[in-house]
């Protein structure tokens, strides 16, 4: 059980045992939390709970002193003080630190919690357009989101990986265009590509890719049957690699869902029916429109254009209803950052459809820049500049991209330094991290190979009274809170900077422990600690999607 837990239930037993006693009134007793004191030499948590009880009972101090005077002794807690004006300030004893070294050592379920049992949630990312490779910037969305997953399942949530491919609307239908337009000039037909259409090389390729399967019986075809028929063969394959570089890149999806089949089983046109039961749609210009500024967007959004072909925004009431039909409580939405403007219009659709606004999130995962040399590496999809996500994998490895996507918020910019993240040097913080495991793994294999034990089952934890040992167990310790707030939080940044926390904190207990020594009940016990952080180390790296080599 984490420790925090422990406490809580140690303090409610107190304030229990004072209702009991008439020194409370029962109504108010709350829920006490904890927290860390700044300063170390005020004890390891403390807890404001006396405060709160005291309003209206008596003076803080005093409701506090007796509530530490009511707490049961505990092999836990060494000492209990009353603080400033009623904080208890908690000082925990060594065996609190020696049990979070055998629970990590020993126990998968280690920084795991249930907090999330019995709660089903859908994880949305990705969902990049197929109409070329899979990018730089998507990859970011690839590493985040599936980090995020592992996140909530790593306490206790039921987690779908979803990724939503825009198989139907305009910008398919342009593609589709461009690409008929490359099929053309294949077969010397001289044509333009459409206005805003892709004008990227693998555009040509996927042309010459379909001139060789179906030959020219296309090239006297309308123009709109054309782009059709282009768009129905360039399409699956483009989505099949990039499900391979998704699966190289260490990401898998439970479920990949076609925009398409919203309209094929008429579920875009059942959510707007809904909202115009509510008086929410309105015909204007031969347009239909979603009033959604009357729930808080600027301004009121298309549904179906005067040409009768549903906008994004259309497809997108569809899927909330689909979504919440599978009997999801939550739902996440990964979007990027030049979709800002559309959440509000799409917050104020997931209530007029009738559901929980609160029940859905939109995180926006902000811009990546690559640089080389110094120089920043310029982008356009549509222009058919950029840098594939497999092309980055082929340079800088797939440990170093997913680490480096989640070194900073999703609420950051990026800059990928593609120099730095192949350095072999304390400076990268993917192979500091690494190497701290593999330095371990080193130091348990030779002391195996001198007769030692590394058992924290048996270890003598009470040996361990260095400082440098006590700052190791005490960061073991806090990984307990690390996952869960990062995962409360969508904050996968928070494992990586724990990850390189924990291996600075490794390398200086290294630097002033001998592990392995003459001393056999010293070794014993610093060999626990090193599985422990062994451990810790491989599972935080685990979470990130990034591997934890034994050997570098």
């Not at 908690?90 to 249930?114: C, I, K, M, Q, Y």
């Not at 080389?372 to 222009?383: D, F, M, P, T, V």
Request: contains cysteine; aromatic residues 8%; glycine residues 8%.
């Amino acid at each position: 059980m984490v420790v925090t837990d422990q406490l809580v239930d140690l303090v409610r037993a107190g304030l229990e045992s004072l209702v009991a006693a008439g020194s409370l009134p029962a109504e108010s007793v709350p829920e006490p939390s904890f927290e860390r004191p700044r300063n170390r030499e005020h004890g390891d948590w403390a807890t404001n709970v006396a405060l709160v009880v005291a309003k209206g009972v008596g003076k803080p101090r005093d409701v506090a002193q007796a509530l530490a005077d009511a707490i049961e002794p505990s092999g836990l807690v060494e000492s209990v003080e009353v603080a400033g004006p009623g904080f208890l300030n908690f000082r925990l004893s060594p065996a609190w630190l020696h049990d979070v070294v055998r629970r990590a050592a020993l126990s998968e379920g280690f920084g795991r919690s249930t907090k999330g049992a019995g709660r089903k949630v859908n994880v949305e990312f990705v969902s990049a357009n197929p109409t070329g490779p899979i990018n730089v910037v998507s990859g970011r969305h690839a590493a985040v989101g599936d980090t995020i997953a592992s996140l909530l399942q790593a306490t206790g949530h039921e987690v779908i990986r979803e990724y939503y491919f825009n198989d139907a609307g305009r910008q398919m239908l342009l593609f589709g265009a461009s690409v008929g337009a490359r099929y053309l000039q294949h077969f010397g037909r001289e044509t333009d590509l459409p206005e805003d259409g892709y004008k990227g090389d693998d555009v040509i390729s996927i042309a010459h890719m379909i001139a060789e399967q179906i030959g020219d019986s296309m090239i006297e075809a309308e123009p709109a049957k054309l782009a059709q028929r282009m768009l129905e063969l360039a399409w699956p394959p483009i989505l099949e690699n990039t499900k391979r570089s998704l699966e190289r890149f260490g990401t898998r999806f439970d479920v990949w869902f076609s925009e398409s089949t919203l309209h094929e089983r008429g579920q875009v046109t059942a959510a707007i029916d809904k909202l115009r039961e509510k008086d929410l749609i309105e015909e204007r210009d031969g347009a239909v429109w979603f009033l959604s500024s009357r729930l808080g967007d600027d301004k009121d959004r298309v549904v179906i254009r005067s040409n009768g072909e549903p906008t994004y925004s259309a497809a997108d009431l569809g899927y909330v209803v689909n979504k919440f039909s599978r009997g999801f409580d939550r739902l996440i939405y990964l979007w990027g950052a030049d979709h800002h403007g559309t959440v509000a219009r799409f917050m104020a659709a997931v209530e007029a459809l009738g559901f929980d606004r609160s029940s859905v999130e939109v995180p926006l995962v902000q811009i990546v820049s690559l640089v080389r040399g110094g120089e920043q590496i310029k982008a356009s999809k549509r222009e058919g500049v950029y840098v594939a996500l497999d092309e980055l994998i082929d340079e800088v490895g797939v440990d170093a991209a997913r680490y480096t996507f989640l070194t900073r918020s999703i609420d950051a910019p990026l800059e990928f330094d593609i120099d730095l993240v192949k350095e072999q040097a304390p400076e990268n913080p993917v192979y500091y991290v690494q190497y701290a495991h593999a330095r371990i793994c080193s130091i348990l294999r030779k002391a195996i190979d001198e007769g030692h034990q590394a058992d924290a089952s048996t270890a003598p934890l009470d040996a361990l009274v260095h400082p440098a040992e006590d700052e190791l167990m005490r960061k073991l310790a806090s990984y307990e809170e690390v996952v869960p707030e990062a995962a409360e939080r969508r904050a996968p940044q928070r494992i990586t900077h724990y990850a390189e926390e924990l291996a600075s904190t490794f390398t200086a207990f290294y630097r002033d422990c001998k592990v392995v020594s003459d001393d056999r009940t010293l070794t014993a016990a610093r060999l626990a600690l090193c599985v422990a952080t062994r451990v810790v180390i491989a599972d935080a790296l685990g979470l990130l999607g990034v591997s934890a080599p034994e050997r570098m």
